[in-house]
């Protein structure tokens, strides 16, 4: 079995004249860089037959090998550009969800040039222009509107049905050649979350695409020699599923089966594909991890279906929790000869700005700068941003219809608003550590700064396993409040919180550490109101925002204190 990294990788550090420290990975970035079509092209001549996505399909799985999806690919692209008069840089939208018939949408706009924008299901849910719909459309400007089969968006947005697409292409006999492709030009338009206003665009050139991949495959060899087989339900209008782990699989050769969202009356059936299809490679949000984690503790048959392929579990670093990280290093211990890596990135970076230059050791890794790639670590007000430059960034925003600046510093670095620190590991190799949000952050009335980040990290260690997560509050006010989300094993003991809350405001008692009061959520974060991000995670400000009274309530002497009164 080949190596799972590259070895003997090291932080280079280098002093510049001004005196500013940035930092590099000591593995360089591969000369050559082919298109993302180039690689599939490869592939669909190497091995035609090849499974490339499978998809669930009634009580069976379909399939679709690489010749097949380029085959497909380029006669669909004939049809966009003779029947709907697309050309190249014109943008298709569309809200199929991950699928056979999305993946050869996708591939159709590489190959005549067209911007391919993948809209988030929920605002248009209703299939209708509206204010939760117009930022999307008036940044994306599509000329072309694609939604699922029975989608309200087809009458009420005039969008063309993808299976009507998928059959009526399947009659073109001469697809032709493809659009002649740069680095620079649009591949696809992404949009943040909007968690702190209204959506950005973010525009993703093709060569943001391969600077990613090579330098992901430079890094971590494994994924070059093992072709990735994953199993895989992120959602495509998002940078982790819709870029980043489809064109990996692409990119390397491999397969990507498309699974529902986990949850408990899926968890079942994905544990069965894993089994059958024997993944080398799994990438995981929390969320997806307690869940599979809950299904394969006690189970050894289950968990060595798993893991017989199993090369390595990959998370995004900043989000993960101290106990869920107890669990996995405990079940990586038990089951199977896999490690554990983490990343960290950014819509505005092709996803991915740093990855693991060796197995974890603890939570909180965001490990080393992808090759090509620059990082600073800047002072703001007392914390250390993360900064980036490099070929995986992206050109602008798209914001209200124009294109709009990136927040670079005087040296072009790309502010990601994160902070982070360096760390040594056993050993002795430096990595960068998630340091929190800064946006995040705030003042008490005092004006003394609370850093909410690590405090709502030393909180989740200090009440694991009993807390989920934590929302923290008190901007401008005396103290600190906070809302709970208990565990399974937190709701059967809900005074052991209190306990453990009082333990950490013992130990941590000045006023921007110690929780005054506190109360336990009742109701889930809702998705649907922006309170949970796609990796199953909350977000903060938006959950604030929506549950202000609640927050008032507990200032005002609501709730129990810390010891349980």
Request: net charge negative; glycine share 10%.
């Amino acid at each position: 079995m080949g190596q799972l990294v590259a070895p003997g990788q090291k932080l280079v550090e280098e002093q510049l004249a001004d005196g500013r420290r940035v930092y590099r990975s000591s593995i360089p970035l591969p000369g050559e860089l082919p298109d993302i079509l180039e690689r599939l092209a490869k592939w669909a001549k190497d091995q035609p037959d090849k499974v490339l996505l499978s998809e669930p399909r009634e009580d069976t799985r379909r399939s679709i090998s690489y010749d097949e999806a380029l085959v497909r690919a380029r006669a669909m692209r004939v049809l966009l550009a003779s029947r709907y008069g697309l050309r190249k840089g014109d943008c298709v939208a569309t809200l199929a969800p991950a699928g056979i018939d999305a993946l050869v949408l996708k591939l159709a706009c590489l190959c005549g040039g067209f911007v391919h924008a993948a809209l988030p299901h929920f605002p248009f849910r209703d299939g209708v222009e509206n204010e939760a719909t117009r930022s999307f459309l008036e940044n994306a400007k599509p000329r072309l509107i694609v939604a699922p089969s029975g989608h309200p968006a087809i009458q009420g947005m005039n969008a063309v049905s993808l299976d009507d697409l998928a059959r009526d292409s399947t009659d073109v006999t001469a697809p032709g050649a493809d659009e002649p492709a740069s680095p620079d030009d649009w591949a696809a338009i992404f949009f943040t979350s909007g968690s702190t206003g209204a959506p950005k665009g973010v525009p993703i050139t093709r060569g943001m695409i391969s600077s990613n991949q090579a330098a992901i495959a430079a890094m971590w060899p494994f994924v070059a020699e093992t072709p990735p087989v994953l199993v895989d339900w992120l959602p495509w209008h998002h940078v982790f599923g819709g870029l980043d782990n489809l064109f990996k699989v692409i990119w390397n050769g491999g397969a990507m089966h498309v699974d529902a969202a986990p949850g408990p009356s899926t968890i079942e059936a994905t544990a069965r594909l894993m089994a059958e299809v024997g993944p080398t490679m799994h990438i995981a949000v929390p969320l997806g991890l307690k869940l599979l984690l809950d299904r394969l503790e006690n189970d050894d048959a289950a968990a060595g279906a798993l893991t017989r392929k199993l090369r390595a579990i990959f998370f995004a670093g900043a989000g993960i929790d101290v106990e869920l990280w107890r669990r996995l290093a405990a079940f990586r211990d038990s089951h199977g000869d896999f490690q554990i890596l983490s990343g960290y990135g950014a819509t505005e970076a092709a996803s991915t700005i740093t990855l693991s230059p060796a197995p974890l050791e603890r939570p909180g890794e965001l490990g080393h700068p992808l090759p090509g790639h620059s990082v600073a670590l800047v002072d703001v007000d007392g914390r250390s941003e993360l900064r980036v430059s490099g070929p995986n960034i992206a050109p602008c925003y798209l914001i209200e219809g124009r294109k709009v600046e990136l927040p670079m510093d005087d040296h072009g670095f790309y502010r990601t608003g994160d902070a982070a620190l360096l760390r040594q590991r056993s050993d002795g190799v430096a990595v960068f550590g998630f340091d929190g949000r800064l946006a995040e952050d705030f003042k008490l009335s005092s004006g003394v700064k609370v850093r909410t980040g690590p405090l709502r990290a030393g909180l989740l260690a200090q009440c694991a396993p009993l807390a989920d997560d934590i929302v923290i509050s008190g901007e401008n006010r005396d103290r600190l409040v906070a809302l709970v989300f208990p565990s399974a094993t937190g709701k059967a003991c809900p005074n052991e919180i209190g306990a453990r809350i009082a333990g950490w405001n013992a130990a941590n008692p000045s006023g921007s550490t110690a929780i005054a009061r506190f109360d336990l959520a009742t109701a889930p974060a809702d998705r649907g109101k922006g309170e949970l991000s796609d990796k199953g995670q909350i977000v903060q400000s938006r959950y604030l925002r929506n549950h202000a009274e609640l927050f008032e309530a507990l200032q005002a002497g609501g709730g129990q204190t810390p010891l349980g009164g």
